[in-house]
C-alpha cells in the first residue's frame, strides 16, 4: 500500500498549472528578455543590437530617468503613509468601540474601485478645489505628485487596514494582560510587544504596498497622464508611451520594461529578507 496516496494524483493537480505558468509567463518572460536585445517592430524581423536598447534609455531618454526617480519617492512617501495610516485605523478598530463592522467595511471600500475609476474621481475632486485659485492639476509638478499620493492612500490604506487587524488580534491576550499587571504604559506595550509581533503583516503590508505603488499606472493616465511635460509620468506610463508612442523604440521600450521588473524584484527581495529577519529577532 502506498504511503501517500496523493502522489498518484498530484500531476493531474499539478500539470494544467504548470503548463499555463509555462504558455503564459515563463515564454513571454523569455521572449521579452530577447527582444530587449534587439530592434523590432514585430517579433518577426527583430534584429540584435546587444546593450543599445539599455545604454539609450539611460542616456538618450532623460524622461525615463526623471520617471525612475519620481516614481521612486513617490513610493517611499506612499509605503510610508499608507502604513502608518493603515495601522493607526487598525489600532483604533480593534478597541471595542461601536460600529467597527461598519466603519472596517467603509475604509475597505475605495479598495474595490477600479485604478481608472479612481483617478477620474480624484481629477474631479482636486481639480475642484484648485479651480478656486484658477490652476489645475497639472499646473505643478508637486500638485500631481502629491494627488497620486492622496489617490494611492485613499484605495490602499482600508485594504492594508484589513490585515494589520488581523496581525492585532493573533496577538495573545496572555502577553497583554502580562504587560498590563506590570504596568506598562501603552506607549510601551505598543512598542514592545504589538509591533514586533505584528512583523508578519507590516512584512507583507510593505511588500503589497511597495508592488502597488512601484507598478502603478491606471491611475497615473487617469488622474495627470503624466502632464506637465511628462514630469509627473511614472514608470509604467513612461515605458507604455516609448513602446506605442515612438517609433522605432520598441526595443527600447522592451528593455525598460525588464529594468523594471529587476528594480522590482531586486527591492522586493531585500524587503523580504529583512521582513524575515526581523521576525526571527
Same mark, same amino acid.
Not at 539609450?56 to 526623471?66: G, I, L, N, Y
Not at 463592522?101 to 481608472?116: A, C, D, E, Q, T
Not at 484648485?130 to 497639472?138: C, E
Not at 502603478?216 to 515605458?239: K, S, Y
Given at each position: ?46 534584429? *540584435? ?65 477600479g485604478g481608472i475609476v479612481l483617478g477620474y474621481i480624484w481629477n474631479l475632486l482636486i481639480n475642484?478645489?484648485?479651480?478656486? *485659485? ?19 492612500? *485613499? ?8 490585515i494589520y487587524i488581523a496581525g492585532l488580534q493573533n496577538i495573545p491576550n496572555d502577553l497583554l ?50 502632464a506637465p511635460n511628462r514630469t509627473t509620468e511614472m514608470l509604467a506610463l513612461n515605458i507604455y ?7 522605432? *523604440? ?32
Amino acid at each position: 500500500m502506498e504511503k501517500n496516496p496523493l502522489k498518484k494524483y498530484f500531476p493531474i493537480f499539478v500539470l494544467p498549472t504548470l503548463i499555463a505558468f509555462i504558455l503564459f509567463f515563463l515564454v513571454p518572460f523569455v521572449m521579452g528578455l530577447y527582444l530587449s536585445f534587439t530592434n523590432f517592430t514585430t517579433i518577426s524581423n527583430a534584429k *540584435w543590437v546587444g546593450l543599445e536598447n539599455y545604454i539609450k534609455a539611460f542616456t538618450f531618454d532623460s524622461e525615463f530617468v526623471h520617471a525612475l526617480k519620481f516614481t521612486t519617492l513617490f513610493s517611499i512617501v506612499s509605503i510610508i503613509t499608507v502604513n502608518v495610516f493603515a495601522f493607526l485605523l487598525a489600532l483604533m478598530l480593534t478597541k471595542g468601540l461601536k460600529g467597527t463592522k461598519f466603519f472596517r467595511s467603509v475604509f475597505f471600500m475605495p479598495n474595490l474601485i477600479g485604478g481608472i475609476v479612481l483617478g477620474y474621481i480624484w481629477n474631479l475632486l482636486i481639480n475642484g478645489v484648485l479651480s478656486l *485659485w484658477g490652476v489645475d492639476i497639472t499646473f505643478k509638478t508637486e500638485y500631481g505628485f502629491w494627488g497620486l499620493v492622496v489617490l494611492t492612500n *485613499w484605495q490602499l490604506i482600508g485594504y492594508m487596514m484589513v490585515i494589520y487587524i488581523a496581525g492585532l488580534q493573533n496577538i495573545p491576550n496572555d502577553l497583554l494582560e502580562a504587560a498590563s499587571i506590570d504596568g506598562a504604559s501603552t506607549t510601551r506595550t505598543l512598542f514592545s510587544i504589538k509591533i514586533p509581533m505584528m512583523m508578519p503583516s507590516i512584512t507583507i503590508c510593505t511588500f503589497l504596498t511597495l508592488t502597488n505603488t512601484f507598478k502603478m499606472f491606471d491611475q497615473n493616465l487617469a488622474l495627470t497622464a503624466g502632464a506637465p511635460n511628462r514630469t509627473t509620468e511614472m514608470l509604467a506610463l513612461n515605458i507604455y508611451n516609448t513602446f506605442y508612442g515612438r517609433v522605432g *523604440w520598441q526595443g527600447v521600450g522592451q528593455a525598460k520594461a525588464v529594468i523594471f521588473f529587476v528594480i522590482v524584484a531586486v527591492v522586493a527581495f531585500i524587503q523580504i529578507r529583512a521582513g524575515n529577519k526581523k521576525q526571527i529577532e
